[in-house]
């Protein structure tokens, strides 16, 4: 790998902290799938109770995306990071002492205002400090992070309910934490990785383009001098980011509905929003429910999820060293084409498996085939493409309005799934998830332009020429 030009080691370093907050997301979304059940039967929840508290994370996310553009955008790329570090800390702590059900969902909404932030900023981050020849793969380790926090926490999950189960009869807060009301523990191990991401946080530099943004072109420069080993190619930089904003208006919201431009914004949305009805957070939320219907016990359940968490994991690497060598929309085209095959497969388990005396395994390599299909597509390429085609000067409000969509539309999916499950069954379920497909491909082969390789100036000045 030629990096004779940049310091590719250090923008890496920039990159794998900011995924930091990549990790907190995943741990924070998936540690709830194996907390429900003990949950539930403690504060005695109805249907609705229980998708109130699945679903409350939720909703901060969309208070939390709905502020983290214009938070970042005025304040900067780092201290909008800092601010979502601290919100996990305070969810994680909250979660594991909290005295009632409704501190409980109190605690879950202000992490979920941290994972808002986070979906924004540290992609957006990434994306602004990466070097255009690497930049889908920097932008893939804020996924891969989400995908390291999934298995993190359905390890966390699987692990402590094992080990309060042999553990004999105590008191004390400890006792209450880590057996008693184990759900507690689960949630309270984010702590730990939510402390060390904020103290890690004060180490990177600024967004040298959020800079160029405010004028500070020389505070720009020498951040662009760390990444490029020749002095010029930093003036290169500086020059082109700061001739490109020159001609961009200066009204944020005049500028995101010029045509191209509210092309951009509108296919963000789209793709935002259908890529969360197409089962994913189905699987990621209800998991081990899903697997209890199949007539698995909870412990089996939860170990499921852990072998779901790491081809999750292990596909989202191989994602981040092949996508920008395929490039973005090859890997959609054919990732999606094997989530509709996978999906059916699924819904045929589900309407004749028992019938034809289909053992769990075979459900098992069904579900592993459409996250290895899902992680190797939409979920890698989603947060790069939302990262990298609005212009800097509005970077931080159009992803924050396709975020705000993106998090709706999964709350919907969080509410909506166990209605379905109920009303839909499985099956029907699974064939939905299956239909929603295809809006997606079409608009991702009609509207998206293939970014890869591309740098971001260049990219603004495709959707410039568009006059849809």
Known sequence: MKNKNYHLGYVTFLALVAAGGGFLFGYDTAVISGTIGQVTQLYHLDVLQQGWYVGSALIGSIVGVAFAGTLSDRLGRKPAMIVSAAMFTLSALGCALCATFDQLVVYRIIGGVGIGVASIVCPMYISEIAVTQFRGRLVSTYQLAITVGFVAAYLANFLLLQWSRGVGEGSGLWHKVMVDEVYRGMLGMETVPALLF???????????????????????????????????????????????????????????????????????????????????????????????????????????????????????????????????????????????????????????????????????????????????????????????????????????????????????????????????????????????????????????????????????????????
Request: charged share 15%; hydrophobic share 50%.
């Open 198 to 468: 904020f103290i890690v946080i004060f180490m990177l530099p600024e967004s040298p383009r959020w800079l160029i943004l405010k004028g500070q072109d020389r505070r720009a420069k020498s951040i662009f001098s760390l990444i490029y080993r020749r002095e010029a190619d930093a003036e290169h930089q500086v020059a082109e980011v700061a001739d490109t904003m020159r001609r961009e208006e200066k009204s944020e919201v005049r500028y995101l509905f010029r045509p191209g431009i509210r092309t951009a914004l509108v296919a963000g949305v789209c793709i935002a929003v259908l890529g969360q009805f197409m089962g994913v957070n189905a699987v990621l939320y209800y998991g081990p429910k899903i697997f209890e219907d199949a007539g698995l016990s909870s412990g089996d359940s939860l170990f499921y999820q852990v072998l779901v968490g790491m081809v999750n994991m292990l596909t989202t690497v191989l994602a981040l060293c092949i996508i920008d060598k395929v490039g973005r929309k090859q890997l959609v085209y054919y990732g999606v084409s094997g989530m509709i095959v996978s999906l059916l497969l699924i819904a045929t388990y589900f309407s004749f498996g028992e019938a034809w005396h289909w053992s769990s395994v075979v459900m098992l390599v069904f579900f592993l085939l459409y996250v290895f299909f899902t992680a190797v597509s939409i979920c890698a390429v989603v947060w790069v493409l939302l990262s990298e085609m609005y212009p800097t000067r509005v970077r931080g409000l159009a992803m924050s309005i396709a975020g705000f969509a993106l998090w709706i539309a999964t709350y919907l999916v969080s509410q909506l799934t166990p209605w379905l499950l109920s009303a839909a069954t499985p099956s029907g379920t699974f064939i939905i998830f299956a239909v929603m497909c295809l809006p997606y491909l079409f608009i991702m082969w009609r509207y998206i332009p293939e970014t890869t390789g591309r740098s971001l100036e260049d990219i603004e000045r495709y959707w410039l020429k568009d006059k849809r």
